[in-house]
C-alpha cells in the first residue's frame, strides 16, 4: 500500500481535467479510511471537494491540494498518452504528475507512514482537496473553508502540495502568495470616418496616454518578503475590422499582482484617478481573485526548511513569487500555510513529468514534517 509511485499512476490514469475529479477523490477515500479518516465529500456545479480528518485534538496539520488538471492540449503532441503514466530515462511522464498528483500520493504514503508509529501527540491530521483549483476556483477550497469555518474547524498547519521547486527539489518554499485584481477597462468614444476626425471622438487616441501612465506608474516598492507590485495588461482591442472607420470604443484588460502595501480598493482608486485625469468617457470592471497572504518565518516554516534539508542536503530559500494558489483561501482558518512541493518546470507543458526518485524525497520530507508537528 505505501507506494507513492503506484499511487501516483493510479492517479495520474484519471482523467480529472478540471472541473472533473475522474474518480480521484474517491481512489484517495479509499486509502484513508482503513487509517481511520472520517470522509465527507461535498459536491457543488459539478466539482468535487473532499474534507478527510482524522482525531480531534491540537493541533491539526492538514496537507491540502487538488485533483483537478489543465487539458493536455493535442495529444499527438505527447511522446506517449497523456493520461498513460510513462517511465522514460528515471522519469514519469503524464498530465498532472508535477502539478501536483505527485505530491498527493506522496500525502498519503506520509500520513500512512506516520501512523505506523505511536504518535505522542493528540494532534489530527487532515486533507483537504478540490477539482476546481486549476478553473474558477468557485466552488472548490473555498467552498471548504466556509464550511469548517462555520464549525469552527481551525487549522494550525498547512502544507499545501503546489510544485514550487525550480531548479531542484527543495530549493523553494512559498510562505506567501501576492494579490490578483483584474480589471476590465472600456473606453468609449463616438463613431465616425476617419476622413472626418471633428465629427467623432477616437477611444484609442484618448486611451493610450491614460495605460501608457499605467504601465509608468510605481505602485509600491515591495519589502522583504514581496516585489513590487505588478501591473500588466493582457489584451487590447478596438475597431471595426475597417481601415477608413474610427471605432466607438477601445476595450483593455489588465491585473495587478499586489504585495500586503496595497489593498484592492486603493489600487482602485489609483487607477481611477489616472484615467479621470486624461479626461476619459469609460466603465470599468473589477475582479479580485485573491488577497495577498504570509506566512512569516516560524514554526511551520523552521520545521519544513528542516525536513526538506534532511532529505535533500540543501537549504531552501522562501519566496512569495508566483501565480494564486487556495492558499489564498486557507489563510481564513489557518495562520500559517505554506506551499511546498515538485519542480515546477514542465508544469502545464506537453509531456509534463517528475524525476521519480523526488516522488519518495517528497514523501519523506511530507513525514518528517509531519511527525515534528505532531509530536513537537
Not at 474547524?153 to 531548479?167: M, R
Not at 475597431?239 to 499582482?257: K, Q
Request: charged residues 20%.
Amino acid at each position: 500500500m505505501n507506494n507513492p509511485l503506484s499511487l501516483c499512476k493510479a492517479l495520474l490514469e484519471r482523467r480529472s481535467v478540471t472541473p472533473d475529479d475522474a474518480g480521484c477523490q474517491e481512489l484517495i477515500v479509499n486509502y484513508l479510511k482503513p487509517m481511520g479518516f472520517n470522509c465527507e465529500t461535498l459536491v457543488s456545479n459539478g466539482v468535487a471537494n473532499l474534507w478527510a480528518r482524522r482525531g480531534t485534538g491540537s493541533p491539526l496539520v492538514v496537507f491540502a491540494g487538488h485533483t483537478d488538471v489543465v487539458p493536455p492540449g493535442p495529444s499527438e503532441a505527447w511522446h506517449s498518452d497523456p493520461f498513460i503514466p510513462s517511465i522514460r530515462e528515471g522519469k514519469l511522464y503524464g498530465r498532472g504528475s508535477a502539478d501536483m498528483k505527485a505530491s498527493l500520493a506522496a500525502f498519503i504514503c506520509a500520513i500512512e507512514r506516520q501512523l505506523t508509529f505511536s504518535l505522542k501527540s493528540s494532534g489530527s491530521i487532515g486533507l483537504l482537496l478540490t477539482s476546481d483549483e486549476e478553473g474558477p476556483a468557485t466552488n472548490g477550497t473555498v467552498l471548504l473553508v466556509e464550511m469548517l469555518k462555520k464549525r469552527n474547524e481551525h487549522i494550525d498547519y498547512c502544507i499545501v502540495g503546489e510544485p514550487t521547486s525550480e531548479q531542484q527539489l527543495g530549493d523553494t518554499i512559498k510562505n506567501g502568495r501576492r494579490g490578483s485584481l483584474s480589471g476590465y477597462l472600456t473606453v468609449h468614444g463616438i463613431q465616425g470616418h476617419i476622413a472626418y476626425p471633428h465629427l467623432a471622438i477616437n477611444p484609442i487616441h484618448g486611451a493610450v496616454p491614460a495605460l501608457a501612465e499605467l504601465t509608468r506608474t510605481e505602485w509600491d516598492k515591495g519589502n522583504d518578503y514581496f516585489p513590487p507590485t505588478s501591473f500588466q495588461i493582457s489584451n487590447i482591442h478596438a475597431g471595426t475590422g475597417a481601415n477608413n472607420v474610427i471605432p466607438d470604443s477601445l476595450v483593455a484588460e489588465f491585473n495587478f499582482r499586489f504585495s500586503p502595501a496595497l489593498t484592492p480598493i486603493s489600487i482602485k482608486a489609483q487607477t481611477e484617478s489616472i484615467l479621470n485625469q486624461h479626461d476619459l468617457k469609460y466603465s470599468l470592471k473589477w475582479s479580485l481573485s485573491g488577497l495577498p497572504f504570509l506566512t512569516p518565518n516560524g514554526h511551520l516554516t523552521e520545521i519544513l526548511k528542516q525536513a526538506i534539508s534532511s532529505v535533500t542536503g540543501i537549504t531552501p530559500k522562501f519566496s512569495t513569487s508566483g501565480g494564486t494558489s487556495d492558499g489564498r483561501f486557507i489563510i481564513d482558518i489557518c495562520s500559517q500555510v505554506v506551499e511546498f512541493g515538485p519542480i515546477n518546470s514542465s508544469i502545464h507543458k506537453v509531456d509534463e513529468y517528475i524525476d521519480i526518485e523526488d516522488i519518495e524525497r517528497l514523501t519523506e520530507i511530507y513525514a518528517k514534517t509531519l511527525k515534528v508537528l505532531l509530536e513537537d
